[in-house]
């Protein structure tokens, strides 16, 4: 089975913080993704790689930054934690799309908390 | 901006009855895929059902079916036997080509399964 792990359910920081959410996938896929969910909102993208060391910006990229120094380790970044940056964090990875069925695969989410 | 749109903010169905959840996408890509997801109140997303663009046949997986009609660009979720474990949030999701394996969400529909 595909796992992708996420390291904290819940988090809870103060604002002005540096903030960083791990995610680690153990099927070797290429794409990696950080989503935010918030409701009425659905999941908007924030950052997603398609490589080690390369990265894109998604929808919604102001206040975040990311690295992947690994193919299974791709990391988000809260430069400086602001209140409006309180959300559930989903990590994603998957093969890249060829008109086939290759979904993503979800992490359990991170429950982010800015004070 | 390509858009996913699911109008049904939260629905109702009866235990063993059929319920359907609508999605409507917007793309100018002539191959595209779209993905249901279930995301229960603990927050994982899982994967339920695919169709792509071009495939000749609705996607059915054990109690889910899509119903795809192409040209109106809708894509509804059928679950057919509803159970008091379907309660959850169902997103629609679509990817497309040359877009890194990126997927565009809609807002979600909280489908609550009455005994």
């Known amino acids: 089975d595909v796992k992708v792990t996420q390291s904290s359910r819940y988090l809870v920081k103060r604002t002005g913080e540096k903030v960083f959410l791990e995610c680690v996938q153990d099927m070797d896929h290429e794409n990696m993704f950080w989503y935010r969910q918030d409701p009425g909102l659905g999941l908007r993208l924030i950052y997603f790689?398609?490589?080690?060391?390369?990265?894109e910006k998604g929808d919604i990229p102001e206040g975040y930054s990311v690295s992947r120094e690994k193919k299974e380790r791709f990391s988000l970044i809260l430069e400086s934690a602001s209140t409006n940056q309180t959300s559930m964090y989903l990590c994603a990875s998957s093969t890249p799309w060829g008109n086939s069925n290759q979904p993503q695969h979800f992490g359990d989410g991170t429950r982010l908390s800015i004070l | 901006a390509q858009k996913i749109t699911q109008t049904q903010p939260g629905m109702f169905v009866q235990e063993k009855e059929a319920v359907t959840l609508d999605c409507t996408y917007d793309t100018s890509d002539p191959s595209y895929g779209l993905f249901w997801y279930k995301q229960p109140s603990s927050g994982e997303m899982i994967f339920l059902i695919y169709?792509?663009?071009?495939?000749?046949q609705n996607a059915t997986e054990g109690r889910y079916s899509l119903n795809f009609q192409k040209a109106r660009k809708s894509a509804n979720l059928v679950i057919s036997a509803s159970q008091l474990g379907d309660s959850a949030m169902y997103f629609c999701a679509r990817v497309g080509p040359n877009q890194g394996g990126k997927l565009i969400f809609g807002q979600g529909t909280e489908l609550s399964v009455k005994p």
């Open positions: 790689s398609y490589d080690v060391k390369m990265k």
């Open positions: 169709q792509g663009s071009y495939d000749q």
